[in-house]
């Protein structure tokens, strides 16, 4: 098996569509990322698939609003993590790539923050049919220079994984990314454990997913079959067992009424200093009162940033959407809070 992947790594005039799969903990910038690819490609035809943890999608429009209306956008919002993350995946690949739809140059795959990349990567070489059409180009994995440590660092109950480790281990590319949160002394920490986990994986440091050349990480031609089963032969193996953190969970909130600013950022900045260490990340698009823009709010564990977005559309229904993962997070409590902010 070993052999033949190698084989099939090195054929080089392979029409498949390239594929890459962003990876990195939550937060960690692969949205951003995301929006540079599809603002400077602005000439390659890309499609986009986007995976959240949790019902309500988000990531799709902060995507959307980047982009021109004829980009395609693909949400798997279904609650999941990974496990039935390569029967989504290869429903919409596959839908995508038969034959007499529009031609790709390329696919880009946002993976949620939680997602173990395994499962992923195992999607394009178990389904038969896809695996004649698709072909993974890379796993990038973007590692948030600030909270890179903590998340590797943790240790996590017996047989359970951790999703940041396995993140860092199967990337073929890594950006070091916020570098502009942390000094040298601490990259330099962060890029000694990077390595400890991944000898062979191109590193480069960056900030907002900028500051190094695009071809750094699409058409790179890195995955490499051979190479995942030396590290894991049993990488093909379906049913495979893992099991997933079940302590971090997420909830997802609606209002449609509009909420009032003052209270909202109040709230969130109560929130963060009496839950900061359980909630990993927050996200949410906002109607507020008076306005008409749309407002969106991003939280990764203690840093909290906000700003206007466009307009609300004619026909765009006005409502808002949060998003928080972590630990110990209970909807009514969170509901209740929001509901407080309503104008
Ligand atoms: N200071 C700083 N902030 C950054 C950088 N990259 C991203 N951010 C901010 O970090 C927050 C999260 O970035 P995203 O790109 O949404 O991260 P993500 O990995 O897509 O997040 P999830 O999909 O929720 O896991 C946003 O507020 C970004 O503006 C960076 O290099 N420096």
Redesign the pocket.
Known sequence: MAELASKMDKMDTDARVPVTVLI?Y???????LLNRILTEKQDTKYAVIVNEFGELGI?DRLVRRRVNAEEDIFEMNNGCICCTVRADLSRILNKLLQPGMKPLDGVIVET??LADPAPVAQTFFVDEVLKERARLDALVT?VDAKHALTRLGEIKPEGVENEAVEQVAFADRILV??C??VDEEQLQRVEAKLRSLNKLAPLVRC???AGFALDFVLGVKAFSLAKVLDMEPDFLDEDGEHQHDSSITSVGLKASKPLDMVSINGWLTELLASKGVDIF?M?GILHIQGQERKFVF?G?HMLF?GEPLEEWGVDEVRESRLVFIGRNLKFEELDAGLKDCLA
Do not use: E, F, I, Y
């Open positions: 990195g939550l937060g960690a910038g692969k949205t951003t990531d949620t923050g973007v990314n916020k502009d949160l900030t907002k997913g990340r996200k991003q990764v940033s």
